[in-house]
């Protein structure tokens, strides 16, 4: 019993773990090109690639696509 308590708590630990994440957005098209790297601090995996996303968006030829990377 005290083995599965421990192995839940483990994952419980793991799965709430919060690092620092950077958001890099690059910019491509006819004109504009470029790479621009934001810090969004602490946060959970799904919470910073949940932001990050945000910033993708295209317009005409010009693209911003952006992933969230563990900094």
Same mark, same amino acid.
């Given at each position: 019993?005290? +083995?599965?308590?421990?192995?839940? *708590?483990?994952?419980?630990?793991? *799965?709430?773990? @919060?690092?620092?994440?950077?958001? !890099? ?19 959970? @995996? ?16 010009? +693209?911003?696509?952006c992933?969230?990377? !563990?900094?």
């Amino acid at each position: 019993m005290k +083995k599965l308590i421990i192995a839940v *708590a483990a994952v419980a630990f793991l *799965a709430s773990c @919060k690092k620092d994440y950077s958001c !890099e957005c690059v910019t491509t098209g006819s004109v504009i090109n470029g790479t621009v790297t934001t810090s969004l601090g602490k946060q959970k @995996k799904d919470d910073a690639e949940t932001t990050c996303n945000a910033g993708d968006s295209s317009v005409g030829t010009v +693209k911003v696509e952006c992933t969230a990377k !563990e900094s």
